[in-house]
């Protein structure tokens, strides 16, 4: 799972430190300038492509177009 955090600049230092200490977690700073909005859109994108390799790695089933197109 992905979670974005909107953290104050003044923070940013302690909350990193405090993520890196669990091992359990991995994390790193996005790039300065970047909208949460593409943050949001970055990590949807990892969850797709972990996703897809669980799909190409046959650990889950794909499913077809028409069901997504039915879910919409």
Not at 2 to 11: A, E, G, R, T
Not at 19 to 40: C, D, H
Not at 44 to 65: I, M, P, S, Y
């Amino acid at each position: 799972m992905k979670i974005v955090l909107d953290i104050p600049d003044s923070k940013v230092s302690f909350m990193m430190e405090l993520l890196r200490s669990l091992s359990f977690v991995k994390a790193k700073p996005l790039p300065i300038g970047t909208s949460s909005e593409k943050a949001q859109f970055l990590a949807e994108l990892g969850e797709a492509v972990e996703e897809l390799n669980d799909v190409l790695a046959g650990k889950t089933q794909a499913r077809d177009a028409y069901g997504l197109l039915d879910e919409l």
